[in-house]
Every structure is written in structure tokens, then in C-alpha cells.
């Protein structure tokens, strides 16, 4: 799960770029001994292949917070999981690093990864959405498939 709070809840800021990727991936790394070739493959190739603008060496602190976002990200999809929960995904990132992040949304759901998206951000609901679950107070309110899904149609079912 990559969480609402990146900062608190999914990155460790004072620790390098690399060593926040591995932490979630000793297990597929060979566990508790891992050389330190191998873990800097892994985690340049992580950097890589999720388009972070910094070295695995540098430290998460001197990131912006969309690269930060895309860090967090990348600690959990290199893991290859079938499914992701994604929790305001781009809240406090700037556009172009919205644009990428959507990008991974839609690369995961093309490649048959459920992707569950938590936000309170409709013009993201509807941009990356295939069905949209609205809760109110608490409660679910509704089931839109993408095609039953706008801005009216997802405020009705919110305010009830």
C-alpha cells in the first residue's frame, strides 16, 4: 500500500533513495545478507525504471515531493504485486509528476495489476477509474461503472 503520508507513513527521508526501495524488498533480495552490488543493482534499476530524478544514493530528503511520491511507489511495485492500494496518490505534487505517477496507474491496470485508487480528488477519480465506489459518511453510496461516471453523478451519490 503506498500511503496518504509519504513523509511519516512510506518514506524514512533521512535514508537514501536506495535503502527506502530495499526495505520493502529484503525478503526478494536474498534476505538478511544481501551484497551491496546487489542491492545497488536493485535499486538503480528501481530509480530506472520508475523515472525518479535522483541517484539511489542520494538522500529521499533532497527530493521533490513528487519524486518522493515515485520512490515510495517504487518500493512497493518492485515487489510485483497483483494488487496495489494507492492512497492520494499525487496529493502535494506538482503536474508533471501527477502526469507520471498517472501514467503508472494506467501501466499497472494494462498489465492486469487492480489498482485501487483513494482520493478525494475527482478530476483524478475520473481520469484513471474503470468503476468508482463513492463512500458518504462513512457508508458505501454508490457503484459507477466509467462510463455512468462525471462530476454530477459522483457529487449526487456523495452528498446523499
Same mark, same amino acid.
Given at each position: 500500500?503506498?500511503? =496518504?503520508?509519504?513523509?511519516? *507513513?512510506?518514506?524514512?527521508?533521512?535514508? @537514501?533513495?536506495?535503502?527506502?526501495?530495499?526495505?520493502?524488498?529484503?525478503?526478494?533480495?536474498?534476505?538478511?545478507?544481501?551484497?551491496?552490488?546487489?542491492?545497488? $543493482?536493485?535499486?538503480?534499476? /528501481?530509480?530506472?525504471?520508475?523515472?525518479?530524478?535522483?541517484?539511489?544514493?542520494?538522500?529521499?530528503?533532497?527530493? !521533490?515531493?513528487?519524486? *518522493? *511520491?515515485?520512490?515510495?511507489? /517504487?518500493?512497493?511495485?518492485?515487489?510485483?504485486?497483483?494488487?496495489?492500494?494507492?492512497?492520494?496518490?499525487? @496529493?502535494?505534487?506538482?503536474?508533471? +509528476?501527477? +502526469?507520471?505517477?498517472?501514467?503508472?496507474?494506467?501501466?499497472?491496470?494494462?498489465?492486469?495489476? /487492480?489498482?485501487?485508487?483513494? !482520493? $478525494?480528488? %475527482? =478530476? =483524478?477519480?475520473?481520469?484513471? !477509474?474503470?468503476?468508482?465506489? #463513492?463512500?458518504?459518511?462513512?457508508? *458505501? +453510496?454508490?457503484? %459507477?461503472?466509467?462510463?455512468? /461516471?462525471?462530476? #454530477? !453523478?459522483?457529487?449526487?451519490? +456523495?452528498?446523499?
Amino acid at each position: 500500500m503506498v500511503p =496518504e503520508d509519504r513523509k511519516e *507513513q512510506g518514506l524514512v527521508v533521512g535514508h @537514501r533513495i536506495g535503502e527506502n526501495i530495499i526495505y520493502a524488498n529484503l525478503d526478494k533480495l536474498g534476505g538478511r545478507w544481501i551484497t551491496p552490488r546487489v542491492k545497488r $543493482s536493485f535499486a538503480e534499476k /528501481a530509480v530506472a525504471k520508475f523515472g525518479v530524478k535522483g541517484r539511489a544514493e542520494q538522500y529521499a530528503s533532497d527530493l !521533490s515531493g513528487g519524486n *518522493q *511520491q515515485k520512490v515510495v511507489i /517504487a518500493k512497493w511495485l518492485m515487489r510485483d504485486p497483483k494488487v496495489v492500494v494507492l492512497d492520494e496518490p499525487t @496529493r502535494g505534487i506538482d503536474v508533471g +509528476a501527477r +502526469a507520471g505517477i498517472y501514467d503508472i496507474i494506467v501501466n499497472l491496470a494494462k498489465r492486469g495489476v /487492480a489498482v485501487i485508487v483513494v !482520493s $478525494s480528488d %475527482l =478530476e =483524478e477519480v475520473l481520469g484513471v !477509474s474503470n468503476r468508482i465506489l #463513492v463512500l458518504a459518511q462513512g457508508k *458505501q +453510496a454508490g457503484i %459507477l461503472n466509467r462510463d455512468q /461516471a462525471n462530476d #454530477v !453523478s459522483v457529487m449526487e451519490l +456523495a452528498t446523499i
